[in-house]
């Protein structure tokens, strides 16, 4: 089946530390994948995409992520952390079906103490 | 502003009880979908369309109805609930219908059925 798995329901980490927010995918052919971020009482915001092309994507507020075709992984990444990137955060990937059909991690929730 | 709107923000009906959740986009976009989010489930398409009268099934469309009679409005129908479908519902958009398009969101319907 193809999916996306995100292993941790939780990551804590300090203000001004870097973030790693983890990511693999289980897909047949090239793999879209999708960040998208949760802010309490709102909808997703996309963050970033891997359509091809370089393995690091920028994004969005400072956020970057990584594909790794051997490892089937797409971790997004912060250098710097803030407070305010405290939010849920959802993988994606974006199926080859035709037309939009995306498929969502469960989502991982970032806190990020002051 | 370029958004995606859905009323109402909160309901709490009964069981059988009728109702409608719509969502409308400002963006001229083909592609519109409706996700329901459940705890530990991430987010899970209900129905979508790729246009105006052309709407399929998603993954969890039992209990569930749509329509696409204009491009901007894409209103979702519990035509009898059921305690079940207590869950947070978003609508989304995307300028077309590749797999290559990010998807904007609505602020979401938190339901309740009782």
């Known amino acids: 089946a193809q999916s996306v798995a995100q292993p941790e329901d939780q990551v804590n980490v300090a203000e001004g530390n870097p973030l790693t927010v983890k990511c693999t995918y289980s897909?047949?052919?090239?793999?879209?994948l999708f960040w998208y971020v949760q802010y309490p009482n709102r909808g997703l915001q996309f963050l970033l995409k891997?359509?091809?092309?370089?393995?690091l994507v920028k994004g969005s507020y400072g956020f970057e992520a990584e594909f790794n075709k051997s490892q089937t992984s797409f971790h997004l990444k912060k250098p710097s952390a803030l407070v305010s990137d405290s939010a849920l955060y959802f993988c994606a990937v974006s199926l080859n079906t035709g037309f939009q059909k995306l498929v969502f991690g469960t989502g991982t929730r970032l806190l990020v103490s002051p | 502003e370029a958004q995606v709107t859905q009323n109402p923000r909160y309901l709490i009906t009964v069981t059988g009880k009728k109702l409608t959740v719509t969502c409308s986009q400002n963006?001229?976009?083909?592609?519109m979908s409706w996700y329901r989010q459940d705890p530990g489930l991430g987010l899970r398409q209900i129905y979508y369309s790729m246009n105006v009268e052309v709407t399929d099934k998603g993954d969890v469309p039992e209990g569930y109805k749509v329509s696409r009679k204009e491009k901007r409005n894409f209103p979702l129908i519990l035509e009898s609930p059921s305690p079940n479908q207590t869950s947070l519902y978003f609508c989304?958009?995307?300028?077309?219908?590749?797999?290559?398009?990010?998807?904007?969101f609505g602020p979401g319907t938190r339901l309740t059925v009782t």
């Open positions: 963006m001229n976009h083909e592609y």
């Open positions: 897909v047949s052919g090239n793999p879209y």
């Open positions: 891997y359509i091809t092309g370089d393995n």
């Open positions: 989304a958009s995307s300028r077309g219908q590749g797999r290559s398009y990010e998807q904007y």
